[in-house]
């Protein structure tokens, strides 16, 4: 539904770390990372992937966005704070609007199914992919090499990443 | 060195499957994975890795080059047929023409440093990767997703994935 | 220190599941797991792992320990319970009791370093392994295996093991 | 069938490393690695965990059993030496004899279905364990442990393992 249009801002009642609205990172591939600090699937997959992504694309912005629809009394900022901590988890993380509905208010307007659940954006803002529940090394892959090769609103050049060579 | 010119040809003693001659595969993106069959990196990353490309991207042609440079008297064809059986490669297999000397001819023309290799043609024919050694998948994607999304000399669209959601 | 001497109880401020006392247990071997809900090699591993023995060896007891000794306002009883749920364990976990100090009363008691520990309880109630971090399935199922095989204080005979075959 | 009677000598055609018979072994346990160079399950698996029991268990003599099924023309000794040789694989192995048979004789003594296999021997020399396919680590750990446990002909003292702590 959202595919291909202007990806809505990301509603946060508060950021740990830097705040790092959309609108500040047009030019730039985007992946937001939704998540629950106690989903065991995205402690599993989606965070560290979410981490390595970080790592090996410095030209990829990752940001995570905490959006809690269940056992909303067990994970408050406090916790988080905590489990970011313990997780060594570095980027920003904006936690979704509660306003008074069970969901909130970003994962409503996204109509995500559940975390963890991965967005990509592309350099001119419009999203590209909802992926929800474990998404394949490979295949995430594939979806950042095609963003990061199409040119941007300022038309950067495609990047060419390092070769990997054997210890 | 080699990296943006035309790939040279595989030079192929045999082939188990059907021949794909590089010359054939002009307007594919293609990934060449050097293997020895008695190669534990081989064994346990390269090979299962460009199984898992050739299922996940249909539009990449998967071609594997059996280039022994080692215990040349272990790894006959009749034991490749056998090893290729018993871990059900099933994408086309070039042995690499031995001329007399310890390292295969095309082992030598691509200046490879060992195995796994894993290399990566575009569409117009030419080198855009060398990679020696475990490759990371999420490395490995987006060179995949950069070569993917451009245009080759009949300028197809760009590729779609389909994303993949949680079972 | 303490290896070899009866095991000290464990003290409780709360249990989750019914109440397992190490005195109620006696003749059987026992599995206590330390840990700490935002402990990610708790999470990866510890707990997996007990879980594992839980299903693999009926007759050992396998009891959870939360043991809080640090981000003590992000691990309330309430955050457990949602933790316990959303990873499915189903043994009872005991709350190792605060009594002013940062460490719990029962981490005290028993000198542990940190979190995972993992304690291993002989049929004669005696303390026989403590290990702090990663311990090994093999080691863990060799370190259970001969508490198996010893008689109890009602000298039960040893277990014989169903060997796994291939599916 | 065989579980609980002496263990059957093994019937080498050839020894690669020194010669160990069962019959020198009597007053240890002994694990019995049954194994083809070529079974993928072997080489992911079987073999690993072997060398793993090895290194943990300096008590327990390891040793593999090359009984090839299938494929007879592609695992000849001179391939089975690169074989170890690139797996690293220190253990002593036998190669199981052929007598014209498809199924070579000690595979045929102990009615093996398949391989991998694993053979469990006590200190006594009877079998006590043939798992057939992949055997969970803690099961395997569990096993030894209990014939670690048990006295031998000489009365050997239980093994007391090291515990293993965090780095």
Known sequence: MLIGAPAPELDASEWIGLPRPLAALRGRVVLVEVFQMLCPGCVSHGLPQAKRVEELFPEVAVIGLHSVFEH????????????????????????????????????RTYALQGTPSTLLIDRAGRLRQIAFGPLDDLALGAYLGQLLGEAGPDAEPAIELEPETAG
């Open 72 to 107: 909303h009394e067990a994970m408050p900022p406090v916790a988080l704070r905590a489990f970011l901590d313990e997780y060594r988890i570095r980027f920003p993380v904006a936690i979704d609007r509660h306003d008074g509905d069970r969901i909130p208010v970003t994962m």
